[in-house]
Structures are given as structure tokens and as C-alpha cells.
């Protein structure tokens, strides 16, 4: 299990939300697999190309992640799983806001974002989903995959359309 794959208990309470095969185009490959894909990449920020085979070819984990931010499965995993662990009393709905005020540059506005870090030593497990329960992590989870979707969909918006 790599250190951006669902735990066990994540992917337990996730499986019940997830859509079905259509049986049109043959039997998916399995969500798990699939989805540990995803998040490796939203998490790494790896090109598809350079998925590691343990995902499954780099176009499969590629065309279910447009298909599903296309029709909106994200969004809808996410709610789901914010109302089931709101049902199971798990979540926590304090909300902490500052008021600082940090002006920067106009040029700033457009600036490029750095990589995230490598990861820790080999065999490290992340401090950052300690302590949280399974309901907590998959919430955070999926909330890094709609902020990516979210922002792709701004890019494409904001982008000149192409002419060939």
C-alpha cells in the first residue's frame, strides 16, 4: 500500500457511493485501483504518463478521472460522504476564521506553483491523516481531487479557445 492509497476503512465507506459500470464499453478496471491512482497524482503532481504501473495503464486512471469530473462524480462523492459522516456524527463543523489581510504584488496573481515536496523517507507513513478517522481522511481526500477538478475547469474557462 503506497502512501496515497485508500486505507481499508477509506475505501469501505466509499465503495457504496461509487457509480456502476454501464456494461456499453465492457467491465471497468477496479475503482480502488483506479482511485489510488488519482489521488496519487492530484497528490504528487506526477504527468499521467509517469503513473507507476500499480495503477493500471496511465490512459485508463486518466479517462475515468475526466469522465468523472466531467459529469460530476467528484462533487457528488464528495457531498455523499460529507452528509454519511455528518449522519455518523464524525464530522466536525467548527469553523475557525482569520482576518489577516496579505497584499502582494499584481504580478503575483498569475505566478506559477512551485511541485509539492517529495515525499519523507521510504516506508514514512504521513503524519498529516494521523489521529483522523476514516470519514475525516476520505473527506480531505476527496477534497484535494474537487479543488484540482475545480481549478481545471477554471483554466478552461479562462482559456482562448484553439483554432486548427
Known sequence: MGRCDL???EWVRLRPFLPVSNRR????????QVIDGILHRVRT???????PERFGTWKTVYERHRLWSGDGTWERLLHQVQAAADA???S???ISVDSIIVRTHQHVAGARIDPPPPPAS???EPAEHQGETAWQSLH?????????VRAWAARAAGS???ST
Open 7 to 9: 486505507s481499508d476503512a
Open 25 to 32: 464499453c465492457g467491465r471497468w478496471r477496479d475503482h480502488r
Open 45 to 51: 503532481g506526477v504527468q499521467w504518463h509517469d503513473l
Open 88 to 90: 455518523a456524527g464524525e
Open 92 to 94: 466536525d463543523w467548527d
Open 122 to 124: 521510504k516506508g514514512a
Open 140 to 148: 480531505a481526500r476527496l477534497v484535494e481531487v474537487v479543488r484540482e
Open 160 to 162: 482562448p479557445p484553439s
